[in-house]
């Protein structure tokens, strides 16, 4: 079975950096546009990021732009999330998704076919 697994999350103070990883499984990571979706409680998702099949075309929400950045590593299968200066309002279940489809943007939620189960991101004030 396809599958995505991430990790990396926790409970860090305002400030604070974490990198978020991404682990696919069962299926080639390169054919594949990537993308980062949080969702706090009480929330709809928000897009967080995309980065195209060779990590070259990348787009970032204004709320976290200068701050995180996307990154992948075909080879090992997996896409990360570096989260610097995190502020409270970060604070969500971060998931990553397998886009089907790729808007000219590439901005934006996606369609996505598998998503993982996500990690929690708890910043603290």
């Known amino acids: 079975q396809e599958q995505l697994v991430e990790s990396g999350g926790g409970l860090v103070q305002s400030g604070g950096s974490l990198r978020l990883s991404c682990a696919a499984s069962?299926?080639?990571?390169?054919?594949?546009?990537m993308s980062w979706v949080r969702q706090a409680p009480g929330e709809g998702p928000e897009w967080i990021s995309t980065i195209d099949t060779g990590g070259r075309n990348i787009r970032y929400a204004d709320s976290v732009k200068g701050r995180f950045t996307i990154s992948r590593d075909n080879a090992k299968k997996i896409v990360y999330l570096q989260m610097s200066s995190l502020k409270p309002e970060d604070t969500a279940l971060y998931y990553c998704?397998?886009?089907?489809?790729?808007?000219?943007?590439?901005?934006?939620?996606?369609?996505?076919?598998?998503r993982g189960q996500g990690t929690q991101v708890t910043v603290s004030s």
């Open positions: 998704a397998r886009l089907t489809r790729v808007s000219s943007s590439i901005a934006g939620l996606p369609e996505y076919d598998i």
């Open positions: 069962r299926f080639d990571l390169n054919s594949w546009y």
